[in-house]
């Protein structure tokens, strides 16, 4: 298993295996989030197969399937509001980590400089200096 930290209490994870679930449990998430759809993997590392062995372990479980064309304005809202109302540390998965991270670095570009979001990102391993352009329209486009 591969847990990369994003901020303090947002991780990040490529598939992860219901095997899983007790180590995730063990190493201090609470939540996690499933950004992968399932027609992207075979049955047995499916959302119902995580989510019964993430439940078991006594994690929540939310699934938020994300792909390009759903990488909207409201599933971001609902990734950050969910991590947000979280009862402790969360950890999003995908086919990489990458969706569940650049869905992270959109629904913060309101809130830190966009310089900050892809220290952040990079730091848990993953660069997304192509997203700068989007953070920063984001970041002007915001309310005053």
């Known amino acids: 298993m591969d847990i990369r930290q ?14 899983d679930m007790q180590a995730v449990a063990a190493a201090g998430i609470t939540t996690v989030i499933c950004n992968r ?36 304005p409201e599933n971001v809202g609902a990734q950050m509001d969910i991590a947000a109302h979280a009862q402790g540390a969360v950890l999003a ?13 959109l ?14 990102a990079r730091a848990g391993g993953y660069d997304l200096d192509n997203l700068r352009p989007t953070l920063v329209a984001i970041a002007r486009a915001k309310a005053p």
């Open 93 to 105: 998965y995908c086919a990489s980590g990458t969706r569940s991270t650049v869905v992270w670095c």
């Open 37 to 72: 759809p399932d027609a992207e993997v075979p049955p047995a590392f499916q959302a119902d197969a995580v989510e019964q062995a993430a439940r078991a372990a006594g994690l929540e479980f939310v699934r938020l399937p994300l792909t390009h064309q759903t990488m909207n």
């Open 6 to 19: 994003i901020t303090p209490t947002y991780f990040v994870a490529p598939q992860v295996d219901p095997t």
């Open 107 to 120: 629904g913060q570009a309101r809130q830190m400089a966009a310089d900050d979001i892809l220290a952040a």
